[in-house]
């Protein structure tokens, strides 16, 4: 009886223990259930955050993609109409000065109102070194055409603060106005000396020697002052590229004014040649 009595103890004993261990196995099951349950929005709310910030880079960088687009087809259009006012200025002679200028200061103005003025409302608030490259090379064409207009004008060189200053009034007063930088001014004043010899050698052509040799003495000035500042450039790799380029007009320059001047006889043979390879075309021997 004893014996029965203690394995009937065990039996209970060994119900009770399993019955514990199931509630247990369940309790902990319904918690790694409802641990799982409460986790599982946090890991889709993660989700969705990181799916929503990679839209939203994706829609900035489009809409960068998209106005670099559009400023780089501005920048197109100033080139081409800024080289149309170099072509207009090149007309220039003593016969029809006053016309051509007049002429080319109404198509640089176009070119300011009509295209330059899309740069403006594109670059304004944004930050300009960004996108330089992208309108860099009609600002630079620019600029040559500006400059090259002012100095068949009146002689002088059109420094920067007026350049910008002529660009104020396209830019809306409450945003930061795009201002041509002194690094891309510098790399059209360069181009510009390519025109100025362009030019020398056609006024010696029509016989204005001394015109040339004050474009020479202006061109030398320009070069010598870059040869000081460009060593100092940070960012002047275009720079030192295009001095090459300037010393090359210098001496072309400096070449024809001395073959005028200092060996003019040799070339009477040539006055009123109408051999196209003669840039003596139209010299009269008084003038030499």
């Known amino acids: 009886m004893l014996l029965c009595s203690s394995s009937a103890a065990i039996r209970r004993i060994s119900v009770s223990w399993l019955i514990m261990a199931n509630n247990s196995n369940f309790k902990s099951h319904r918690l790694s259930r409802s641990e799982s349950s409460t986790k599982r929005p946090g890991t889709m709310s993660t989700h969705s955050s990181l799916k929503d910030a990679f839209s939203s880079y994706a829609d900035h960088l489009n809409a960068l993609n998209e106005k670099r687009e ?11 109409n800024s080289k149309k006012v170099i072509f207009q200025v090149h007309r220039i002679s003593k016969a029809n000065r006053e016309e051509v200028l007049e002429k080319a200061e109404k198509d640089l103005a ?5 295209h330059i003025s899309r740069l403006v409302k ?3 608030g944004t930050d300009f070194w960004k996108l330089r490259r992208a309108y860099s090379p009609g600002v630079q064409e620019y600029v ?4 090259f207009f002012k100095f068949c004008q009146t002689g002088t060189l059109l420094n920067l603060d007026e350049i910008n200053a002529s660009l104020l009034s396209l830019s809306d007063p ?3 106005p795009l201002q041509i930088n002194l690094l891309d001014y510098l790399l059209g004043l360069a181009d510009l000396t390519g025109e100025l010899m362009r030019l020398a050698i056609g006024r010696i052509s029509d016989g204005e020697v001394e015109y040339s040799e004050r474009i020479c003495q202006f061109v030398r000035d320009i070069y010598r002052e870059l040869t000081l500042l460009v060593p100092l450039m940070d960012d002047g790799s ?4 295009k001095m090459d380029t300037m010393l090359q007009s210098v001496v072309k320059i400096e070449n024809a004014c001395f073959s005028v001047r200092v060996r003019g006889s040799e070339y009477i043979p040539l006055l009123g040649s109408s051999d196209p390879s003669s840039f003596l075309v139209g010299v009269s021997d008084a003038e030499l």
């Open 174 to 176: 409450s945003l930061e």
């Open 122 to 124: 594109e670059l304004q």
């Open 70 to 80: 559009r400023i780089v087809k501005a920048s197109r259009d100033v080139t081409m």
């Open 110 to 114: 176009a070119v300011r109102d009509q």
């Open 238 to 241: 275009d720079m030192k590229t």
């Open 144 to 147: 040559e055409a500006a400059t």
